[in-house]
């Protein structure tokens, strides 16, 4: 980082801070809520200043940041030390953190205090956790605890083994059924807003329909409330072929390799740093190093007549 720049807090901004009633109004007026994910202070100062209007810190920081194979090995503090970082940078959207992979399973009391620490320590303004009715006890208990809770249901990564893979769910009717129930119990606990993932699009509409909270997709079609990305798929710096579901809308990995190549290559040749790009002394004291250099080579001349 620049010597002379300090970082800029922002320009305070004139869109007013997203809550979940906002995300509900939207729904009713039938405009679609924007959501992204964000890891860091960069991108959430990108994602925010955009006006996206939801900010997810999702457990997907394991494969997208953290280099894992899936969201499983993520942990608390991993995730509190990202929604930190997130919550310094956005402004406006609404800032949900995700609940990873052992933080709430063992007990309803293990998911109050975790929620509890993302809202307490890390800034969040809600947090996010995987399955259906089998949670819904403990997203009652959060609501109750002032904790807004986004439920996700559908292909829930973290139950990856359990679904023998990343595969489309609710493509019978029996499941169809399940997710709807699902869908029924997270609104009915308080949910404020379910994330619809790796579904037909024709359930995500039947569930969106029905639903009197948003659904935001991911792989679920175009009829949800509203529909979210993992900020990396958008900018194809997964290293990875993309998923049928999301979309590239910029080069980032080719963006980004041309520019480290770029500078590899001028520091290599010596064209980078120039002098535009270096400090100098005043034309004073650039006479005194050179009596500087005097006073040295004096020096060693003695040390030399010395010896
Ligand atoms: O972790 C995540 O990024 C998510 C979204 C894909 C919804 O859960």
Redesign the pocket.
């Known amino acids: 980082m620049s010597l002379t720049q300090l970082r800029d807090r922002g320009a305070p901004t004139s869109l007013p801070r997203v809550t979940a009633d906002v995300l509900l109004q939207k729904k009713r007026a039938g405009q679609p809520i924007t959501a992204l994910?964000a890891y860091d202070f960069p991108t959430a100062r990108l994602v925010d200043e955009a006006g996206i209007d939801l900010v997810?810190v999702?457990?997907?920081v394991g494969m997208a940041v953290l280099g894992y194979e899936n969201?499983l090995p993520v942990t608390m503090e991993e995730m509190l030390h990202h929604t930190r970082a997130v919550s310094r940078g956005v402004r406006h959207a609404l800032l949900v953190a995700?609940m990873p992979y052992g933080s709430y399973q063992a007990s309803i009391e293990d998911g109050i205090r975790n929620a509890t620490r993302f809202m307490k320590e890390a800034g969040a303004q809600a947090v996010?956790l995987e399955g259906g009715h089998k949670h819904a006890d403990l997203v009652a208990r959060l609501t109750d605890a002032e904790i807004p809770v986004v439920g996700?249901i559908g292909l829930t990564?973290q139950s990856v083994h359990r679904m023998g893979g990343y595969r489309v769910q609710g493509r019978s009717a029996e499941a169809m059924d399940t997710l709807c129930a699902d869908a029924v119990a997270l609104e009915a606990a308080g949910a404020i807003a379910i994330?619809l993932?790796g579904i037909p699009r024709e359930l995500a509409s039947v569930i969106t329909a029905r639903s009197g909270v948003p659904t935001i997709g991911?792989g679920a079609g175009p009829d949800c409330d509203g529909q979210?990305l993992?900020f990396h798929d958008l900018f194809n710096l997964t290293f990875s072929p993309a998923a049928k579901f999301s979309r590239q809308y910029a080069d980032g990995a080719a963006f980004f390799s041309r520019a480290i190549e770029q500078y590899r290559e001028d520091v290599a040749g010596r064209y980078f740093p120039n002098d535009a790009e270096s400090y100098h002394l005043p034309r004073e004291l650039q006479a005194r190093e050179v009596r500087a250099e005097r006073i040295e080579s004096d020096a060693e001349e003695k040390h030399l007549c010395k010896a």
């Open positions: 994910t997810l999702g457990d997907s969201t995700d996010k996700h990564p994330v993932e991911i979210i993992v």
